[in-house]
């Protein structure tokens, strides 16, 4: 199998897909109340589009695909899509991060496409925080989406949590107490300020060693070794627990220089870095009909092109471009 190492020896295997820009929330830290400006239906990449993408980047060495958004369960025929990717050779881990209100039902036909487990967006435990944090979200729908995941045997499910303070800090220990009796991965993902406006994100930020001290007040935390699939996520458990803790820390303790990922945008540009808006387009060449060892090369040079780290505490850094939810996280 190929493999393809970037400038700074790093193993590009991982491609995280954003199928779409739309949402049916608007979290408090990823968009505007209003949304954001939307991209016309041509202008988002097709499936077989997708596809043909994915599988290029599979024989360059991609082995683990992400499918993310907006919301990637607002757009139709997801099952479809998982289906043919689980056809590309050599891609073995194909998962969804979502923000749940539509996985209820949507979790059979996933299942039977071939998808086993599955990340969920869940930051609160109160529903009517839950409602204000989405702005109007109800957390039922997506409890009875996690229910219906573990009956259909997904597994894991991780559940992504964005800390903030004093917004849901209250929180960080009855989630760390979820992980006692339930198989569940908590992730604590640290809030990071891509494209917010102006002063709406003031003192959101609290690290992850600070939630890890905070969580040691119920009991020891030990690290336990993360397989491939926790990504960046650094995973603890407590002892005794059937569950485990995870951290992202992309801003306290960044994990540039084991960075495996590439993201393709909804409307086909292939970002190499979630924090820098160097794009390099591959929808026109698709649609001009480039062939697929051309392809390949565009990705090669890509991913060669990927930075070494993240400059998004320098002084320097501008805004992003794109919202979170314009880049799929
Ligand atoms: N809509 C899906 C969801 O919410 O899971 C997928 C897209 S969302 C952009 C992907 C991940 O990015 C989610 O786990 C979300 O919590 C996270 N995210 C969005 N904005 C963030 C921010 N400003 N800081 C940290 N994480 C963020
Ligand atoms: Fe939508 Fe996910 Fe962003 Fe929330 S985090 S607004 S669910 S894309």
Avoid at 33 to 42: A, I, K, N, Q, R
Avoid at 47 to 70: D, F, L, Q
Avoid at 102 to 111: D, E, I
Avoid at 318 to 323: A, D, F, H, I, V
Wanted: hydrophobic residues 35%.
């Amino acid at each position: 199998m190929h493999k393809l190492i970037d400038n700074y020896n790093r193993n590009i295997s991982y491609l995280r897909i954003s199928v779409t820009d739309r949402c049916n929330l608007r979290c408090i830290y990823c968009m505007p109340e209003e949304g954001v400006p939307l991209m016309d239906h041509e202008q988002i990449l097709r499936y077989e589009e997708i596809i043909r993408i994915a599988a290029a980047s599979a024989r360059k060495g991609v082995t683990k695909i992400k499918i993310t958004g907006g919301e990637p369960l607002v757009r139709k025929g997801i099952p479809d899509l998982v289906a043919c990717l689980n056809e590309i050779p050599d891609i073995n881990d194909i998962s969804i991060t979502t923000n749940g209100i539509l996985l209820h039902s949507a979790v059979p036909a996933l299942k039977k496409a071939g998808l086993r487990r599955i990340n969920v967006s869940l930051d609160t435990l109160n529903p009517e925080k839950y409602s204000k944090i989405t702005r109007g979200g109800d957390i039922n729908l997506l409890l009875s989406g996690i229910d219906k995941a573990r009956a259909e045997g997904l597994d894991p499910i991780k559940i992504n949590v964005v800390a903030m303070r004093g917004i849901n800090d209250d929180e960080i220990l009855s989630f760390a107490e979820l992980t006692i009796e339930r198989p569940v991965h908590i992730r604590f993902i640290e809030f990071m300020p891509l494209n917010i406006k102006p002063g709406c994100d003031k003192g959101y930020f609290i690290s992850n060693p600070e939630i890890q001290r905070e969580i040691k007040k119920i009991g020891s935390l030990f690290p336990v070794k993360s397989d491939k699939k926790s990504g960046p996520a650094k995973m603890f458990q407590i002892k005794g627990a059937r569950g485990k803790i995870g951290f992202i820390s992309a801003l306290s303790n960044h994990f540039c220089s084991t960075c495996n990922r590439l993201r393709l945008t909804a409307d086909g540009k292939l970002r190499t870095c979630l924090f820098s808006d160097n794009e390099i387009d591959l929808k026109a060449p698709l649609r001009e009909g480039i062939s697929d060892g051309d392809l390949e090369e565009i990705i090669t040079k890509t991913i060669l092109s990927k930075p070494q780290r993240h400059k998004i505490l320098e002084p320097s850094f501008k805004k992003c471009l794109r919202s979170m939810s314009a880049i799929g996280g």
